[in-house]
């Protein structure tokens, strides 16, 4: 498989951040691909951005270096590949870990959207606020919690310590049972979650 290498490379960088890339291109080889470094082994620096989109069309996959979020490239590229449905690979387990929750997570969000009409930012941060951006906080870290992530690695999407989403996660039940406003909101979340879930298994 054709893979594009990419990651953060700052131009003026010393070899032994370049030589993160050759030891990446030869750990690729190693295991059968065929991949394109854009820090070739003789360049001063990296090949222009759009030479890389114009390699990236040739392969089926990209690679992510370790710390890839660093590069604005790199995330644009990553995109590329989700549009166009290019294979994905990560160099780091943690990072590939996070990645998959973010994707999920979206859609958490776009429920949680469709039913309240709130947008991330107005439950992500700040006060308490009115009760519907505190269910919708409620709703958000169960969901979150549903998808096996501890309290601490929700405080990612929501400024809120671990001790206070975890007690989100336990009034959630008590909201359902005697709220029926907020039950109802829940439900229609749970829905559309659970119709994007079977619609995956589906497909």
Not at 116 to 132: A, D, F, I, V
Request: a positive charge; hydrophobic letters at 30%; one cysteine or more.
């Amino acid at each position: 498989m054709r893979v594009l290498i990419s990651g953060h490379l700052p131009e003026g960088t010393g070899e032994s951040e370049k030589q993160k890339f050759q030891d990446a291109e030869a750990n690729l080889r190693r295991v059968g691909h065929y991949p394109l470094n854009p820090a070739g082994k003789y360049s001063e620096i990296m090949i222009p951005f759009s030479v890389m989109i114009h390699q990236l069309e040739s392969c089926e996959a990209i690679y992510l270096l370790a710390g890839w979020k660093q590069s604005r490239e790199a995330m644009v590229l990553k995109y590329y590949c989700e549009v166009f449905g290019k294979v994905i690979l990560f160099q780091s387990k943690k990072e590939k870990q996070e990645d998959e929750a973010d994707m999920r997570v979206v859609q958490i969000k776009e429920a949680i959207r469709r039913v309240t009409g709130l947008k991330y930012e107005k439950y992500r941060k700040g006060k308490r606020g009115s009760n519907e951006i505190y269910f919708a906080r409620m709703i958000f870290s169960k969901h979150c919690a549903d998808l096996g992530m501890s309290a601490e690695q929700s405080t990612r999407y929501v400024s809120r310590d671990r001790t206070t989403l975890r007690r989100y996660q336990d009034k959630y039940v008590n909201e359902y049972e005697h709220n029926p406003r907020f039950r109802e909101t829940a439900r229609r979340i749970n829905q559309i979650l659970q119709a994007e879930r079977e619609s995956v298994e589906t497909n």
